[in-house]
T-cell receptor, first 117, second 112 residues
Framework: GESVGLHLPTLSVQEGDNSIINCAYS??????FIWYKQESGKGPQFIIDIRSNMDKRQGQRVTVLLNKTVKHLSLQIAATQPGDSAVYFC????????????????FGRGTQLTVWP | DGGITQSPKYLFRKEGQNVTLSCEQNLNHDAMYWYRQDPGQGLRLIYY???????QKGDIAEGYSVSREKKESFPLTVTSAQKNPTAFYLC???????????FGQGTRLTVV
C-alpha cells in the first residue's frame, strides 16, 4: 500500500491568506521528499524539495518543513493567490531493499487547494 | 527546449486491443517512470527503469508492459489483460536520487 498520505483532502482559503498543506509518511528510511502542484488535466509540476538531513527549506512564497520524529511533512504557501488553486502532492523517495541508487517515488492522494477571491 | 513529451494526449481503445503510450525525454535522465492516476486519486507506480535495458515492476504492473531500448524512450503498452485501463497516465524522468522527477503532460486513455 501507499506509505505517503495526506491529512486533509480539501483546503479552502481566502486570497492573501497563508496555506498549510500537511503530509504524513510511514517509511522512516525515506531520504528525500518533494512537493508537486497539479492543475486539472496536466502533469505535476515541481514546487520544492527537501532532503532528510534538513528540517526546513524555503523557496519563493513556499516553505517545506520536515519533522522526522513524527514523520510529517508540510508545505506552507504565503499570500495564497487564485493561481495557487490546484491539487498538491507530496512524494517520498525510498531507495528500496535492493539498495538502488535511484529508488522509487511514492505519492500521496493529494490535497485540493481552492483559493477564494 | 529540454523536456519530457508524452503522446498522444488523448487515446481511445476498444476492448481487447493493446495500445502503446509514448514517452520521450531529452533531459539525459537515467531513470524513467510510469504512473497511473484515477479521478481523485494519487499517482500509482506501474513500472520504472533506472537504466537502459532494465526495468522493474511497480505496484500495479499487471496488464502493462514496458521496454527501455534507448535512454530517451520508455513506452508503455496497455494490454487487453488490463481489466480497467481507463485512466490518466503520467510519465516521468529524473537524474538522481536527490533530484525531482519531471513529468510529461499525460495521456488520457479511454476504453470504448
Amino acid at each position: 500500500g501507499e506509505s505517503v498520505g495526506l491529512h486533509l483532502p480539501t483546503l479552502s482559503v481566502q486570497e492573501g491568506d497563508n496555506s498549510i498543506i500537511n503530509c504524513a509518511y510511514s517509511n522512516s528510511a525515506s531520504d528525500y521528499f518533494i512537493w508537486y502542484k497539479q492543475e486539472s488535466g496536466k502533469g505535476p509540476q515541481f514546487i520544492i524539495d527537501i532532503r532528510s538531513n534538513m528540517d526546513k527549506r524555503q523557496g519563493q512564497r513556499v516553505t517545506v518543513l520536515l519533522n522526522k520524529t513524527v514523520k510529517h511533512l508540510s508545505l506552507q504557501i504565503a499570500a495564497t493567490q487564485p493561481g495557487d488553486s490546484a491539487v498538491y502532492f507530496c512524494a517520498e523517495n525510498n531507495r528500496g531493499d535492493r539498495g538502488s541508487t535511484l529508488g522509487r517515488l511514492y505519492f500521496g492522494r493529494g490535497t485540493q487547494l481552492t483559493v477564494w477571491p | 527546449d529540454g523536456g519530457i513529451t508524452q503522446s498522444p494526449k488523448y487515446l481511445f481503445r476498444k476492448e481487447g486491443q493493446n495500445v502503446t503510450l509514448s514517452c520521450e525525454q531529452n533531459l539525459n535522465h537515467d531513470a524513467m517512470y510510469w504512473y497511473r492516476q484515477d479521478p481523485g486519486q494519487g499517482l500509482r507506480l506501474i513500472y520504472y527503469s533506472q537504466i537502459v535495458n532494465d526495468f522493474q515492476k511497480g505496484d500495479i504492473a499487471e496488464g502493462y508492459s514496458v521496454s527501455r531500448e534507448k535512454k530517451e524512450s520508455f513506452p508503455l503498452t496497455v494490454t487487453s489483460a488490463q481489466k480497467n485501463p481507463t485512466a490518466f497516465y503520467l510519465c516521468a524522468s529524473r537524474k538522481g536520487w536527490n533530484t525531482e522527477a519531471f513529468f510529461g503532460q499525460g495521456t488520457r486513455l479511454t476504453v470504448v
